[in-house]
């Protein structure tokens, strides 16, 4: 079983930075993809970035020039920096990964629970 961590949010001013970490686990070989996700208040889940096993990076139009993506292929660990917060960024951050293979299965994408990110002005 393959599980997905998220931690680092919690309360913040504008302005202010945090980073947040998302740590897969279960006997895991390879995660092609590693991506974020943030659902605001009343609003729908929406994709903010993704990184591949090989360092390649995409961005929502809305997180480039805040946000920054990165990986560390054998902790099987993304990070999310977000710098200059605004009250606009309050949300639930979710980290997926993609095209899990562990030593016994195939996972097409798995999800964590989410960690909350308020942002006060």
Request: aromatic share 8%.
């Given at each position: 079983q393959v599980?997905?961590?998220?931690?680092g949010g919690?309360?913040?001013?504008?302005?202010?930075s945090?980073?947040?970490?998302?740590?897969?686990s279960g006997?895991?070989?390879?995660?092609?993809s590693m991506r974020?996700h943030?659902?605001?208040p009343?609003?729908?889940?929406?994709?903010?970035a993704?990184?591949t096993?090989?360092?390649?990076?995409?961005?929502a139009?809305s997180?480039?020039g805040?946000?920054t993506?990165?990986?560390?292929n054998a902790?099987?660990?993304?990070w999310?920096?977000?710098?200059?917060l605004?009250?606009?960024?309050?949300?639930?951050?979710y980290?997926s990964a993609?095209d899990?293979?562990?030593?016994?299965?195939?996972y097409?994408?798995?999800?964590g629970?989410?960690t909350?990110v308020?942002?006060?002005?």
């Amino acid at each position: 079983q393959v599980q997905l961590v998220e931690s680092g949010g919690g309360l913040a001013q504008a302005g202010e930075s945090l980073r947040l970490s998302c740590v897969a686990s279960g006997s895991i070989v390879s995660i092609e993809s590693m991506r974020w996700h943030r659902q605001a208040p009343g609003k729908q889940r929406e994709f903010v970035a993704g990184i591949t096993d090989g360092g390649s990076t995409v961005y929502a139009d809305s997180a480039k020039g805040r946000f920054t993506i990165s990986r560390d292929n054998a902790k099987h660990t993304v990070w999310l920096q977000i710098d200059s917060l605004n009250p606009e960024d309050t949300a639930v951050y979710y980290c997926s990964a993609v095209d899990v293979r562990t030593e016994r299965e195939e996972y097409r994408e798995v999800w964590g629970q989410g960690t909350l990110v308020t942002v006060s002005s």
